[in-house]
């Protein structure tokens, strides 16, 4: 059993940065695939971001390429999503996710979840 709690989502203006934090229970970190994903109001929950339990291996959707970063630090059971030249657009709900093995970009494939952090961009 894993358990995620996500942090740092809050009020920004468009072009600016926010960086979300997601913190994990358990001792076999490196075993999760990581992911982030949002979920905008009246919109299916998408993919953002995933990363490979040993961080060597990394995903994006094309809507956040070179704006978004994923990294990890086993560590401190921590991955975080680095978010750059944020639009409106990007206002969401902000998931976390994790499953044992590769990364994976679709929601079913991903067995715990956070209960989300809200970030909200304005223009």
């Known amino acids: 059993?894993?358990?995620?709690?996500e942090s740092g989502g809050g009020l920004v203006q468009a072009g600016g940065s926010l960086r979300l934090s997601c913190a994990?229970?358990?001792?076999t970190f490196t075993s999760y695939g990581m992911g982030?994903?949002?979920q905008a109001p009246g919109k299916e929950r998408e993919f953002?971001?995933?990363i490979s339990g040993s961080g060597g291996s990394?995903?994006?959707a094309d809507s956040v390429k070179g704006r978004f970063t994923i990294s990890r630090d086993n560590a401190k059971n921590t991955v975080y999503l680095q978010m750059n030249n944020l639009k409106p657009e990007d206002t969401a709900v902000y998931y976390c996710a994790a499953r044992v093995g590769?990364?994976?970009t679709v929601t079913h494939e991903y067995t715990y979840w956070g209960q989300g952090t809200q970030v909200t961009v304005s223009s």
């Open 102 to 104: 590769a990364i994976a």
């Open 48 to 50: 953002v971001r995933a």
């Open 58 to 60: 990394t995903a994006y």
């Open 24 to 27: 994990a229970s358990g001792r």
């Open 1 to 5: 059993q894993v358990q995620l709690v």
């Open 36 to 38: 982030w994903f949002r």
